[in-house]
């Protein structure tokens, strides 16, 4: 099944909107978005789950894995959603610290992006 | 709630994950007890256990099958995936860094089964060289909590 995605301009920052289920058989997708977008010069991502239905351990490891990539490019990614189901997923696992979580869009675009020189994977 | 029961057979492929989610959904539904939160609960700890079981058969190139038996019982819901992989050992998971720590984004798995072990009310793993068998339950009243 193919996981809808799509993305937008949102001022510095390109925002890749995702909807269904993340899980092993989905989160391979999400992945090579990612790593397409970084490859395309990406540094300001934000990664918009307002419209997953269903986020796993795989799902979220796809998310640190795209952490990761930005930072290790001097980039910054951003995480958008409002579920009460995610957001506890997040807070349980403690990646809320990992990753900046907002409610929208429109906040999480709000500021520049962070520069993350010299992070992790050089 | 009269004891009921549901059993899937399924092929090791990602791709029917969706399908014993929602199943296994549906089934819990049933009892009207169940509050949606803990129908998610269950759905999300059932989805980690099988994947786990998936990628057993995948990473051992087994074409057996993996079992999800679901049972309603009268203050329970209960399942139970079991695989015929190669089983593994509680004590080789190696713990993630902490959180700030930037070693942390180094680790992409192993929350599945610390996810397991916070959603369920109880969990039970039995693995060794013939398989896993993962059993999750989610009590259906907050009076049948311990």
């Known amino acids: ?122 | 709630m009269t004891d009921w029961a549901v059993e899937l057979e399924i092929p090791a492929e990602p791709e029917y994950l969706s399908m014993v989610r929602a199943v296994v959904s549906a089934a819990a539904g049933l009892d009207p007890r169940l509050k949606d939160s803990r129908i998610e609960d269950l759905r999300l700890a059932v989805s980690e256990a099988t994947t786990n079981a998936i990628e057993s058969h995948v990473n051992m190139g087994s074409s057996e099958r993996v079992t999800i038996r679901c049972d309603l019982r009268e203050d329970q819901v209960e399942v139970e995936v079991t695989d015929h992989g190669e089983g593994f050992d509680h004590g080789d998971l190696i713990p993630h860094p902490p959180v700030t720590d930037p070693k942390r984004l180094e680790y992409e798995r192993g929350l599945g089964l610390s996810l397991i072990r916070i959603l369920a009310d109880e969990h039970e793993i039995v693995s060794d060289s013939e398989g896993t068998s993962v059993r999750l339950v989610v009590y259906t009243a907050p009076t049948s909590r311990p």
């Open chain 1, 1 to 122: 099944m193919p996981l809808p995605m799509r993305t937008l301009d949102r001022g510095e920052w390109v925002v890749l909107q995702v909807a269904g289920e993340i899980d092993m058989a989905s989160a391979p997708q999400l992945r090579q978005r990612v790593v397409a977008l970084v490859s395309d010069g990406v540094r300001a991502l934000v990664l918009d789950l307002s419209n997953i239905g269903f986020c796993d351990s795989t799902g979220l490891g796809v998310i640190v894995a795209a952490v990761k990539r930005l930072r290790t490019n001097d980039g910054d990614l951003r995480v958008v959603t409002n579920d009460e189901r995610l957001l506890a997923l997040f807070e349980i696992t403690r990646l809320d610290q990992v990753f900046a979580v907002f409610p929208d869009i429109d906040a999480a675009s709000a500021t520049a992006p962070a520069a993350y020189p010299g992070e992790s994977g050089r």
